[in-house]
């Protein structure tokens, strides 16, 4: 769901004052867009509506953070981020993840991802999107995934671009590595 960025401005600004239906607004606009990044990142619905659940909280309480109005929708991604980021942090020190902890991959993300290739192939990528170490996945999500171009990612992030396109290019060659020529159908774009 690609918006103008200036649209946020004005809500962006009333929201500062206190709005709570600009807020509203603004939150309502951009959650197709962090649920489709949270949900792909973490492989869970629920998960994912927490974390955006979160995003929104610490949005709200730090709107005076945003540098520039036209880039609310980079703003608010960022903070999606450091929360994804923190979250599978935490999962990984809970669980020590190996094969048969991935083979339990969320029927939420299977289905997510049913649109990208065909249904028998979803699982497949679900896990080894799952292998991937989460910087790599992160980068990975938001260029292929997202879309987004490597300067947008680096603001989000605050990770230089070449850094980025070595981060997408490994996560590829993982993915290739686990998927062979699916890695190649799905996904066209290269760094």
């Known amino acids: 769901m690609a918006t103008d960025a200036g649209d946020d401005a004005p809500l962006l600004q009333r929201a500062?004052?206190?709005?709570?239906?600009?807020?509203a607004a603004l939150a309502e606009r951009h959650a197709p867009r962090l649920l489709r990044f949270l949900q792909t990142m973490t492989g869970d619905g629920h998960t994912a509506e927490d974390l955006r659940?979160?995003?929104?909280?610490r949005a709200l309480t730090r709107?005076?953070?945003?540098?520039?109005d036209r880039r609310?929708?980079?703003?608010?991604?960022?903070?999606?981020?450091?929360?994804?980021?923190?979250h599978l942090r935490r999962e990984l020190q809970r669980h020590h993840l190996g094969d048969d902890a991935l083979a339990k991959v969320a029927a939420s993300?299977?289905?997510a991802l049913s649109s990208l290739v065909r249904r028998e192939d979803a699982l497949r990528l679900a896990l080894a999107l799952d292998r991937l170490p989460i910087l790599l996945r992160e980068a990975f999500v938001l260029f292929v995934v997202e879309g987004l171009p490597y300067a947008e990612i680096a603001a989000i992030t605050e990770v230089a671009e070449g850094t980025l396109q070595v981060r997408v290019h490994r996560?590829?060659?993982l993915l290739r590595q686990q998927l062979g020529d699916l890695v190649d159908t799905v996904w066209t774009r290269s760094p």
């Open 53 to 57: 659940q979160e995003t929104l909280q």
């Open 72 to 86: 609310f929708a980079s703003w608010l991604l960022a903070i999606a981020c450091n929360a994804c980021r923190n």
């Open 16 to 23: 500062r004052g206190g709005d709570a239906a600009a807020f």
């Open 63 to 68: 709107l005076d953070q945003v540098r520039d």
């Open 109 to 111: 993300r299977r289905s």
């Open 171 to 173: 996560a590829k060659a």
